[in-house]
């Protein structure tokens, strides 16, 4: 189950009164099919899946698998410590995840080959295939890279630290280790934004990417990724001016708006979607006007 193509990273959304919106979800999974991702990560960081409790979790995946019904595959996130990641990842199997996003382990600290051991750890309690998420304090080097080969059902990394070199030092150590899964293992731009860094990414061989813009604009989300796919640099340059770059902009403004704009755009859309949940806070009044007025731009651009 190798990584390719766009991948879309739905939002989780909440009710007034603080619940998981199901009937909401459901719609926003439909409208994220529409616009053809080669697979879906439900619950992961765009989907608050740290807020999110195991209950509420087994529904956010059963909803999101139920309304795919097979027309891409569904991936959960699972985190936190490694016990409470094997429990996840029990819930996303039980719920019919087709594989799991393992997210870094909640606030320790470790080598490389510690993490390694924490995703052996995790996949020894569920045949599910795991792309292991690099982030923050979860971060491998090229020997722990080529360890994962070694855990069969381990498919992938996905990237958020965004060290183009240090990433080419991993796909390089993965493609040349000699192992028999080497040519099959995948990679993924997972960068908050992951657009700004496509091109950057494809030079080193990491073609596939998450775009949480995905959410709000499939519309600008799909042009740009046609644009990047055959070689349209012309409009890769114009929607990176017109939208990407103002986005960021106003993303880099407070911690958490990579989710909290995110939602905000999928409101301004007319999807139900709420509040995100604390620690994250809502864009305010007028960043949410700023953002409508970068996504008219950004339409204007295509
Ligand atoms: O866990 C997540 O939601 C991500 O990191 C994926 C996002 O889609 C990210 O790539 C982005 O913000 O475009």
Not at 35 to 58: D, H, I, K, N
Not at 117 to 135: D, F, N, S
Not at 245 to 255: E, G, K, M, N, Y
């Given at each position: 189950m190798r990584l390719h193509g766009l991948l879309s990273f739905p939002l989780t959304p909440f009710t007034t009164d603080g619940k998981v919106n199901l009937a909401v979800l459901a719609d926003h999974v439909e409208q994220q099919l529409a616009?053809?991702?080669?697979?879906?990560?439900?619950?992961?960081?765009?989907?608050?899946?740290?807020?999110?409790?195991?209950?509420?979790?087994?529904e956010v995946v059963g909803i999101?698998?139920?309304?795919?019904?097979g027309r891409a595959p569904v991936f959960a996130g699972a985190g936190g410590g490694p016990a409470m990641?094997?429990?996840?990842?029990?819930?996303?199997?039980?719920?019919?995840?087709d594989g799991l996003l393992l997210l870094p382990p909640y606030l320790v600290h470790s080598t490389p080959a510690g993490l390694v051991?924490?995703?052996?750890?995790?996949?020894?309690?569920?045949?599910?295939?795991?792309?292991?998420?690099?982030?923050a304090n979860a971060v491998l080097d090229p020997d722990a890279a080529v360890a994962l080969?070694?855990?069969?059902?381990?498919?992938?990394?996905?990237?958020?630290?965004?060290?183009?070199?240090?990433?080419?030092?991993?796909?390089?150590?993965?493609?040349?280790?000699?192992?028999?899964?080497?040519?099959?293992?995948?990679?993924?731009n997972g960068l908050p934004t992951a657009e700004l860094s496509v091109q950057a990414y494809r030079s080193i061989g990491v073609e596939s990417y998450s775009s949480a813009v995905l959410c709000f604009v499939p519309d600008i989300a799909t042009a740009f990724y046609r644009a990047v796919t055959t070689g349209d640099a012309a409009t890769v340059q114009r929607?990176?001016?017109?939208?990407?770059?103002?986005?960021?902009?106003?993303?880099?403004?407070?911690?958490?708006?990579?989710?909290?704009?995110?939602?905000a755009g999928a409101r301004l859309g007319g999807l139900d979607v709420g509040s995100v949940r604390p620690p994250l806070v809502d864009a305010t009044d007028e960043?949410?006007?700023?953002?409508?007025?970068i996504i008219a731009a950004g339409r204007r651009a295509l």
């Open positions: 616009a053809g991702p080669s697979g879906l990560f439900v619950a992961c960081g765009t989907g608050e899946f740290t807020s999110l409790s195991l209950q509420e979790y087994r999101a698998v139920q309304v795919a019904a990641a094997r429990d996840f990842a029990i819930a996303a199997l039980e719920a019919g995840a051991e924490h995703v052996r750890y995790v996949a020894e309690a569920t045949p599910l295939p795991i792309t292991v998420y690099q982030r080969l070694d855990v069969p059902t381990v498919v992938g990394i996905k990237d958020g630290k965004g060290d183009v070199s240090a990433m080419l030092r991993l796909v390089t150590a993965i493609r040349t280790s000699g192992h028999p899964r080497a040519d099959e293992f995948g990679f993924l929607l990176l001016a017109a939208f990407y770059l103002p986005f960021v902009a106003l993303r880099d403004l407070v911690p958490g708006y990579a989710v909290a704009l995110v939602k960043h949410v006007e700023r953002l409508a007025a």
